[in-house]
């Protein structure tokens, strides 16, 4: 029991970094980030495939599939998804996000384990984790300028953006939202677009209920 609830523990860390500015992305370490231009519309996301330089390939799809006001500022529960061979399943993540031009905070964050009820994070473990990322690529990078970029969603005119930390590069589009991120070649991972979401609908079931490491330790599917 206590090795589950530390395997938790550590997928929860984990994913507590998705979206974050300083957080490696899935479960294999060494992701990029979503350097892009934040531009949320409810119904409309992305799917990418993600390749570590050291580990397996994974996929990942991120949505935007609500809205609500957060001391007056528009605020959009952003929602992502991931594979989880090891825990048999999906596991979803969504966080209520706003920008005040400058960055992307995180407000709530409800998250769902396979086979699993919502659970959702208390204030002081997301302030542990999280750290404001930077709503817009431009303010961190240079433009080195317009170019064509062909993946299996098609084929997008973008702007390339070259992190100043050198980092990596941003290939970004008007058409793939909620980031606009189409292709991000880093030092030691890629991202590539594969799918662009027009219809995106909330995958997180059931009322979420206060946050308990042990219930999120994920049930096998019935045989």
Same mark, same amino acid.
């Given at each position: 029991?206590?090795?589950?609830?530390?395997?938790?523990?550590?997928?929860?860390?984990?994913l507590?970094?998705?979206?974050?500015?300083?957080?490696?992305?899935?479960?294999h370490?060494?992701?990029?980030?979503?350097?892009?231009?934040?531009?949320?519309?409810?119904?409309?996301?992305?799917?990418?495939?993600i390749?570590?330089?050291?580990?397996?390939?994974?996929?990942?799809?991120?949505?935007?599939?609500?809205?609500?006001?957060?001391?007056?500022?528009?605020?959009?529960?952003?929602?992502?998804?991931?594979?989880?061979?090891?825990?048999?399943g999906?596991?979803?993540?969504?966080?209520?996000?706003?920008?005040?031009?400058?960055?992307? %905070? @995180?407000?709530?964050?409800?998250?769902?384990?396979? !086979?699993? =009820?919502?659970?959702?994070? /208390?204030?002081q *473990?997301?302030?542990?984790?999280?750290?404001p990322?930077?709503?817009?690529?431009?303010?961190?990078?240079?433009?080195?300028?317009?170019?064509?970029?062909?993946?299996?969603?098609?084929?997008?005119?973008?702007?390339?953006?070259?992190?100043?930390?050198?980092?990596?590069?941003?290939?970004?589009?008007?058409?793939?939202?909620?980031?606009?991120?189409?292709?991000?070649?880093?030092?030691?991972?890629?991202?590539?677009?594969?799918? %662009? @979401?027009?219809?995106?609908?909330?995958?997180?079931? !059931?009322? =979420?209920?206060?946050?308990? /490491?042990m219930? *999120?330790?994920?049930?096998?599917?019935e045989?």
């Amino acid at each position: 029991m206590k090795n589950g609830k530390k395997l938790v523990l550590g997928v929860i860390c984990c994913l507590l970094g998705v979206v974050t500015a300083n957080a490696q992305m899935g479960m294999h370490g060494g992701m990029p980030q979503f350097r892009g231009i934040w531009n949320p519309v409810v119904g409309t996301g992305a799917a990418y495939q993600i390749q570590a330089k050291s580990g397996p390939e994974s996929n990942m799809e991120i949505a935007i599939v609500g809205k609500e006001s957060v001391n007056g500022k528009d605020a959009y529960w952003f929602e992502t998804t991931m594979a989880s061979p090891r825990m048999n399943g999906m596991m979803v993540m969504k966080m209520l996000m706003a920008s005040d031009g400058v960055s992307v %905070v @995180i407000s709530r964050m409800i998250m769902q384990m396979p !086979g699993a =009820p919502p659970m959702e994070m /208390p204030t002081q *473990m997301m302030q542990m984790h999280h750290q404001p990322q930077a709503a817009d690529v431009r303010k961190e990078a240079d433009d080195v300028g317009p170019e064509t970029v062909t993946t299996p969603a098609g084929t997008f005119a973008c702007e390339h953006y070259r992190l100043k930390d050198g980092s990596g590069d941003s290939w970004v589009s008007q058409n793939a939202a909620p980031y606009g991120l189409v292709k991000f070649q880093g030092k030691d991972s890629t991202m590539i677009l594969t799918k %662009v @979401i027009t219809d995106a609908k909330d995958k997180i079931t !059931g009322t =979420p209920q206060p946050f308990n /490491p042990m219930g *999120m330790i994920p049930h096998p599917p019935e045989q």
